[in-house]
Each structure stands twice: as structure tokens, then as C-alpha cells.
């Protein structure tokens, strides 16, 4: 059974950062490719940033420059640096994983950025 386990989150300053880390259960090989998710309220869950297995990465357009994904295989582990930090990044942050079959997801973990 997949578990993505995130960490991380937390109440911060605007212009502060965060680091959000997801530890997948077994082999981070497993997966094609993982991702950030963020879902504030009243809003549809989006696209924030992914990495594929080659190392590949993308980001929206709101946080390019500001964030940045990676993973550390030995650990199993994708990190999301955030650095900053606007109030409008406050949303719950998901951790994504997908297989050519289907995609796994975190719990979520809060990020609130105050002004």
C-alpha cells in the first residue's frame, strides 16, 4: 500500500520560508512522476510544482523564481522549498504520485502566510 506522508507546513511571515518534505512508503522509483498540489479555500485543488523520475521539473507560473522541487532517492523523499512567501500561497499543500495506473495522494499539510 502507497503512503505520501508530508511534513513541513506551518504559519510564517510574509516573505519567510518553508521547507515541505513527502516521504513515500517503499521506492521512490515506483513512480513516474511527483508533484505539489495546493487546494485554498472555496478553490479547485492546482497544480504548484512537479519532478519526474529523470529529474525533470515544472512549476506554475505564480511560483517560478520562488519554489523549487526536488527529490533525494536515498530517502525516498520529494522536498518543496518555498522562499518569498506571498499570503496568497496560503492553501493546504498535497503531495502527489502517479504511476503509469493511477496517482496517490498525501493527507495535506497547512501552509498559512500572514501579512
Known amino acids: 500500500q502507497v503512503q505520501l506522508v508530508e511534513s513541513g507546513g506551518g504559519l510564517v511571515q510574509a516573505g519567510g520560508s518553508l521547507r515541505l518534505s513527502c516521504a513515500t512508503s517503499?521506492?521512490?522509483?515506483?513512480?513516474?512522476?511527483m508533484g505539489w498540489h495546493l487546494q485554498a479555500p472555496g478553490k479547485q485543488r492546482e497544480l504548484v510544482a512537479g519532478i519526474t523520475s529523470g529529474g525533470s521539473t515544472n512549476y506554475a507560473d505564480s511560483v517560478k523564481g520562488r519554489f523549487t522541487i526536488s527529490r533525494d532517492n536515498a530517502k525516498n523523499t520529494v522536498y518543496l522549498q518555498m522562499t518569498s512567501l506571498k499570503p496568497e500561497d496560503t492553501a493546504v499543500y498535497y503531495c502527489n504520485a502517479q504511476t503509469l495506473i493511477r496517482e496517490y495522494w498525501g493527507q495535506g499539510t497547512q501552509v498559512t502566510v500572514s501579512s
Open positions: 517503499g521506492s521512490i522509483f515506483r513512480f513516474n512522476a
